[in-house]
């Protein structure tokens, strides 16, 4: 596996029994587009490199390709051409991607020639995965045949996300109410709305005691920091930073609530947010935007859900959950059943069958 090196960590390791090759390559959540042109860039030639050297000596029997972005498949050409088998796995829309996340480049030119990259790296690979049935959609819908389609939920492994793991915390066992958000601080996600929620909160209930803590790290944190000033509520907000995926279980069981605040547009209209199954997975009370994907996936009464934009309808959700403890405790309990059924133990059957269809017949 080759993948982005981190500052301090080593070029290779062995994770849960797979060889980890790590390229040096920044990579800055939440960059300008000439950075991450010039991350991607960098990755696409270096991988490329890498995995072509590596190849000649061990002949691997398949290449997997994670986007994005969707032309990291070129990395995999070499290969393709000795032939061995390209498994594109599109966790995003792309070209929606940019759009959302660029706007001021965003135009029918830059959208006309993601799609074209998009349906090119498409071409290029076997068969593609995705992470969800809107997704797929929109695949089918672009001409990749429902044959070449595989969806296989980016969910957490239960493993993992186990509540009888970490300390247990009861719904405001020491009298706050604590408010927990795990991901990037960049535009993608309305924080700034759960910001807006908190002060809200705050005024109408005085007395509660609440704080928020949110872990990650984006081009959004310093304009979150002074939001939370201008309302008043910098005390109540905690930005720890970003932590490993192996912390985000021990930082969800010390919260009450756990947030997915995703702002819609056409692109996060076909997302689901893991964190959304993270939470669940720790049998924490969820709440989270009025997505499409989400009301898919999720039946009125498990999870709850708030207007996309609005910080009353989220501080109205919020306060639901605090003032109906017979509710929360069921819908936690609906909600992680739920999570049980989409848990990766059984998206990994469908990942494995795609694996030894690509590979059968191949000297391994």
């Given at each position: 596996?080759?993948?982005?090196?981190?500052?301090?960590?080593?070029?290779?390791?062995?994770?849960?029994?797979?060889?980890?090759?790590?390229?040096?390559?920044?990579?800055?959540?939440?960059?300008?587009?000439?950075?991450?042109?010039?991350?991607?860039?960098?990755?696409?030639?270096?991988?490329?490199?890498?995995?072509?050297?590596?190849?000649?000596?061990?002949?691997?029997?398949?290449?997997?390709?994670?986007?994005?972005?969707?032309?990291?498949?070129?990395?995999?050409?070499?290969?393709?051409?000795?032939?061995?088998?390209?498994?594109?796995?599109?966790?995003?829309?792309?070209?929606?991607?940019?759009?959302?996340?660029?706007?001021?480049?965003?135009?029918?030119?830059?959208?006309?020639?993601?799609?074209?990259?998009?349906?090119?790296?498409?071409?290029?690979?076997?068969?593609?995965?995705?992470?969800?049935?809107?997704?797929?959609e929109r695949l089918v819908g672009l001409g990749v045949?429902?044959?070449?389609?595989?969806?296989?939920?980016?969910?957490?492994?239960?493993?993992?996300?186990?509540?009888?793991?970490?300390?247990?915390?009861?719904?405001?066992?020491?009298?706050?109410?604590?408010?927990?958000?795990?991901?990037?601080?960049?535009?993608?996600?309305e924080l700034d709305v759960l910001l807006r929620a908190?002060?809200?909160?705050?005024?109408?209930?005085?007395?509660?005691?609440?704080?928020?803590?949110?872990?990650?790290?984006?081009?959004?944190?310093?304009?979150?920091?002074?939001?939370?000033?201008?309302?008043?509520?910098?005390?109540?907000?905690?930005?720890?930073?970003?932590?490993?995926?192996?912390?985000?279980?021990?930082?969800?069981?010390?919260?009450?609530?756990?947030?997915?605040?995703?702002?819609?547009?056409?692109?996060?209209?076909?997302?689901?947010?893991?964190?959304?199954?993270?939470?669940?997975?720790?049998?924490?009370?969820?709440?989270?935007?009025?997505?499409?994907?989400?009301?898919?996936?999720?039946?009125?009464?498990?999870?709850?859900?708030?207007?996309?934009?609005?910080?009353?309808?989220?501080?109205?959700?919020?306060?639901?959950?605090?003032?109906?403890?017979?509710?929360?405790?069921?819908?936690?309990?609906?909600?992680?059943?739920?999570?049980?059924?989409?848990?990766?133990?059984?998206?990994?059957?469908?990942?494995?069958?795609?694996?030894?269809?690509?590979?059968?017949?191949?000297?391994?």
């Amino acid at each position: 596996m080759f993948g982005l090196r981190r500052p301090g960590e080593s070029s290779s390791a062995v994770v849960a029994g797979v060889n980890l090759h790590r390229l040096p390559v920044g990579r800055h959540q939440g960059a300008s587009l000439p950075v991450y042109l010039a991350e991607y860039g960098a990755f696409l030639l270096r991988s490329l490199w890498a995995a072509t050297r590596a190849h000649r000596h061990r002949r691997y029997g398949l290449a997997e390709v994670h986007s994005l972005p969707d032309y990291l498949v070129l990395a995999a050409l070499p290969m393709k051409l000795a032939g061995v088998p390209v498994l594109l796995d599109l966790h995003e829309a792309m070209p929606e991607f940019f759009r959302s996340r660029f706007p001021k480049a965003a135009n029918p030119l830059s959208y006309r020639l993601l799609r074209l990259q998009e349906k090119l790296s498409i071409r290029l690979a076997n068969e593609v995965m995705t992470v969800n049935e809107p997704l797929a959609e929109r695949l089918v819908g672009l001409g990749v045949r429902p044959d070449r389609l595989t969806v296989v939920l980016n969910s957490p492994d239960l493993r993992l996300f186990d509540p009888t793991a970490h300390p247990r915390r009861d719904f405001m066992t020491d009298g706050t109410l604590r408010i927990v958000y795990t991901g990037a601080l960049t535009p993608t996600y309305e924080l700034d709305v759960l910001l807006r929620a908190v002060a809200s909160i705050v005024r109408a209930r005085p007395s509660l005691k609440l704080n928020a803590s949110l872990y990650g790290r984006g081009d959004a944190q310093s304009a979150l920091e002074a939001l939370a000033a201008e309302l008043g509520i910098a005390e109540r907000i905690a930005f720890p930073g970003r932590i490993p995926i192996e912390a985000v279980p021990a930082a969800v069981a010390n919260g009450d609530i756990g947030i997915a605040p995703t702002r819609l547009d056409p692109f996060t209209g076909m997302s689901l947010s893991t964190k959304v199954l993270e939470y669940a997975a720790m049998e924490k009370p969820v709440i989270a935007s009025r997505l499409p994907t989400v009301e898919r996936y999720f039946a009125p009464d498990t999870l709850s859900v708030y207007e996309p934009g609005d910080p009353e309808s989220l501080a109205a959700a919020i306060l639901a959950v605090v003032d109906d403890p017979a509710e929360r405790l069921a819908r936690v309990d609906r909600t992680r059943r739920r999570v049980d059924e989409l848990s990766w133990t059984r998206q990994a059957e469908v990942f494995t069958a795609v694996v030894e269809r690509l590979t059968r017949g191949r000297r391994r």
